[in-house]
């Protein structure tokens, strides 16, 4: 009941958006479409374009080849994108749509202009959650682009992982202040975070190109960042082009954090610059200073895997106690990362993710015994509400507040902000709730 995922098409639709000049294309019923693209809307506050197979009962017995031999040439006719991203859906898995066999009759029909280029992946709905259909399309960009490169580039490939547009410019600025050559793949910062200027462009002046995704191959190294959302593709790109492979978990957080900088350092031989110390130190500092106000704090965390072991390992460090953790998303090792990176500090943390983790089980939890905080996404707010919780809004979808656009979570920075909002929320409680004598002016 109330489910804490989304759909498999929704996650590659945002991987897709992620490359330059690329339409993605949603292979099933128009109702499926207009659910991926408003899920991202509402969340991302920019209109997201995506283009639809619009089966009918008709399709449904005789198969999608005729809709997307179709929707293909219209497509490169009408919106002339350098790249179609197509993903299945529930309906078309069913059927049993081959896409590449579909793809390679457009192209014998000429319906795939010269230098253009149409992509796939699968993603059957009734496995996995969105974070597994962005994880299925990064790793079907390796698959259909990276080119192995005899020539070693001096470049390394970054997989952020699914984090917001605007975590994916503040990673991109940890690479240029550590002096790292990057590849960042897919990125989606000024494509879904765009300045409002005046101009109508299409396609935004974001994303990754199909030139640079080409040249992962030759790169020198993967970081991945987040098990579940980029190891594949990782992977995949060492399988295919020898490009050796860093495993690492989102860079939320103060000890995430360090393991990215110092896979940074000395994977590509680059110091850590000042600037980036000075972050770590007032990180430090404001942890010190505020330790008392979050010490043996309860918190439920619910969201993306990825993001949960991240905030997880933050949340001991700053001596709170996540004691309930619910995922979608299922996979075996979840629950193995989140104890790993807890290290036997919260002994009656209660996991769960997968099948039957859902907001009806945390809300469960919750009442049986209660907790100080929730970490979750806008769906938490009727958990919260009805307890009366503090609930700090993270992950996705967030459908009803701001600030996720333009304020990356990852890095030192981004650690202090979440430290920020954490404060904000125990702060605000203390002073509603606290007696006349008790209420303090200072911290
Ligand atoms: S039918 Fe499947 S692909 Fe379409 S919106 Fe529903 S879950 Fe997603």
């Given at each position: 009941?109330?489910?804490a995922?989304?759909c498999?098409?929704?996650g590659a639709m945002?991987?897709a958006?992620g490359?330059?000049r690329?339409l993605?294309?949603?292979?099933?019923?128009?109702?499926?479409?207009?659910y991926?693209?408003?899920?991202?809307?509402?969340?991302?506050?920019?209109p997201?374009?995506?283009?639809?197979?619009?089966?009918t009962e008709g399709?449904?017995v005789f198969?999608?080849?005729a809709n997307l031999?179709q929707a293909?040439?219209?497509?490169f006719?009408?919106?002339?994108?350098?790249?179609i991203?197509?993903h299945?859906?529930?309906l078309s898995e069913?059927?049993g749509?081959?896409i590449?066999?579909?793809v390679a009759?457009a192209?014998?029909?000429?319906?795939v202009?010269?230098?253009k280029l149409?992509i796939?992946t699968?993603?059957?709905s009734?496995i996995?959650s969105?974070?597994?259909?962005?994880s299925n399309?990064?790793a079907s960009m390796?698959?259909?682009?990276?080119?192995a490169?005899p020539?070693?580039?001096?470049t390394?490939n970054v997989?952020p992982g699914?984090?917001?547009?605007s975590?994916?410019?503040?990673i991109?600025r940890?690479l240029k202040?550590?002096?790292?050559?990057?590849?960042l793949?897919?990125d989606?910062?000024?494509?879904l975070d765009?300045?409002?200027?005046?101009?109508?462009q299409f396609?935004?002046?974001?994303?990754?190109?199909v030139e640079?995704?080409?040249?992962?191959g030759g790169s020198?190294?993967?970081?991945?960042l987040?098990?579940f959302a980029?190891?594949?593709?990782a992977?995949?790109?060492?399988e295919?082009c020898s490009?050796?492979?860093?495993?690492?978990d989102?860079?939320?957080?103060?000890?995430a954090?360090?393991?990215f900088?110092s896979?940074l350092?000395?994977?590509?031989?680059?110091?850590?610059?000042a600037e980036?110390?000075k972050?770590?130190g007032?990180?430090?500092d404001?942890?010190?200073?505020?330790?008392?106000y979050f010490?043996r704090?309860r918190v439920?965390l619910v969201?993306d895997?990825?993001q949960?072991?991240?905030?997880?390992?933050?949340?001991a460090?700053?001596?709170m106690?996540?004691v309930y953790i619910v995922?979608?998303?299922p996979g075996?090792?979840?629950e193995?990362?989140?104890?790993?990176?807890?290290?036997?500090?919260?002994p009656?943390?209660?996991?769960?993710?997968?099948a039957g983790?859902?907001?009806?089980?945390l809300?469960?939890?919750?009442?049986?015994?209660p907790?100080d905080?929730?970490?979750?996404n806008?769906?938490c707010k009727y958990?919260?509400?009805?307890e009366d919780?503090?609930?700090i809004r993270?992950?996705f979808?967030?459908?009803?507040?701001v600030?996720?656009?333009?304020?990356?979570?990852?890095?030192y920075?981004?650690?202090?902000?979440?430290l920020e909002k954490?404060?904000?929320?125990?702060?605000?409680?203390?002073d509603?709730d606290?007696?006349e004598e008790?209420?303090?002016?200072v911290?």
């Amino acid at each position: 009941m109330n489910a804490a995922k989304t759909c498999q098409p929704v996650g590659a639709m945002y991987a897709a958006l992620g490359i330059h000049r690329c339409l993605p294309h949603s292979h099933g019923s128009q109702g499926c479409c207009s659910y991926h693209r408003s899920a991202l809307t509402r969340h991302y506050k920019e209109p997201v374009m995506a283009a639809t197979s619009s089966f009918t009962e008709g399709t449904s017995v005789f198969g999608g080849m005729a809709n997307l031999t179709q929707a293909i040439q219209t497509i490169f006719t009408a919106y002339e994108p350098d790249i179609i991203a197509v993903h299945t859906t529930c309906l078309s898995e069913t059927i049993g749509d081959d896409i590449p066999s579909i793809v390679a009759k457009a192209i014998e029909k000429g319906f795939v202009p010269e230098g253009k280029l149409v992509i796939h992946t699968n993603t059957p709905s009734y496995i996995g959650s969105h974070v597994t259909g962005f994880s299925n399309m990064v790793a079907s960009m390796v698959k259909y682009l990276s080119q192995a490169n005899p020539k070693s580039a001096d470049t390394f490939n970054v997989i952020p992982g699914w984090v917001e547009p605007s975590d994916m410019r503040e990673i991109k600025r940890i690479l240029k202040a550590m002096n790292v050559p990057f590849i960042l793949f897919p990125d989606t910062s000024d494509v879904l975070d765009t300045a409002l200027d005046g101009e109508r462009q299409f396609y935004p002046d974001g994303g990754t190109t199909v030139e640079e995704l080409r040249r992962t191959g030759g790169s020198r190294a993967t970081f991945a960042l987040g098990h579940f959302a980029s190891e594949a593709a990782a992977k995949g790109l060492n399988e295919k082009c020898s490009v050796p492979a860093h495993l690492l978990d989102l860079p939320i957080g103060l000890r995430a954090t360090d393991r990215f900088i110092s896979a940074l350092h000395e994977v590509c031989g680059v110091a850590v610059p000042a600037e980036i110390e000075k972050e770590r130190g007032r990180l430090v500092d404001l942890m010190s200073d505020m330790q008392q106000y979050f010490d043996r704090k309860r918190v439920a965390l619910v969201g993306d895997p990825d993001q949960i072991v991240a905030l997880a390992e933050f949340c001991a460090d700053l001596d709170m106690r996540p004691v309930y953790i619910v995922s979608g998303t299922p996979g075996k090792v979840f629950e193995t990362r989140v104890l790993e990176r807890l290290e036997e500090r919260v002994p009656e943390v209660k996991i769960a993710n997968g099948a039957g983790a859902d907001m009806f089980l945390l809300h469960q939890w919750i009442k049986q015994e209660p907790v100080d905080l929730i970490i979750g996404n806008t769906y938490c707010k009727y958990i919260s509400r009805d307890e009366d919780i503090p609930l700090i809004r993270h992950g996705f979808p967030i459908l009803d507040r701001v600030g996720h656009s333009q304020f990356p979570t990852v890095g030192y920075m981004g650690a202090i902000r979440l430290l920020e909002k954490m404060l904000d929320a125990f702060l605000s409680r203390k002073d509603r709730d606290d007696a006349e004598e008790k209420l303090e002016l200072v911290l």
